[in-house]
């Protein structure tokens, strides 16, 4: 699929850096394994994860375009886009519990 460049986050469209993760579209749990993966920055891989759940993400969150609908998504990537690449907060994970 030539879409976007490699070296590109799919969720933010920030260049990546270090810590940087993959997703799978369909979750590995919910049978997801050997499918599509894109190439995540740690903080927004960590914002899908807190924001859909699997479930969630198999049924209706499915592609990156899918994901990006959603309001908290985009509020998300408008605050991320204006950090640095590697910019990842240890105490993110924990905050909105
Ligand atoms: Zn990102
Ligand atoms: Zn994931």
């Known amino acids: 699929m ?20 993959k997703h799978h579209l369909i979750p590995v749990s919910e049978g997801g394994k050997g499918t599509t993966t894109v ?7 960590d914002k899908i994860h807190r924001v859909f759940t699997e479930k969630e993400l198999k049924k209706k969150y499915y592609t990156i375009d899918l994901i990006q609908s959603s309001q908290s998504i985009r509020e998300f990537v408008e605050w991320i886009r204006k950090k ?14």
């Open 39 to 45: 190439m995540l920055h740690k903080i927004c891989h």
């Open 84 to 97: 640095e690449p590697g910019y990842y907060d240890r105490s993110f994970r924990q905050k909105k519990r």
């Open 2 to 21: 030539p879409e976007g460049s490699l070296k590109d986050c799919a969720l933010c469209g920030r260049e990546l850096a270090e810590p940087c993760t």
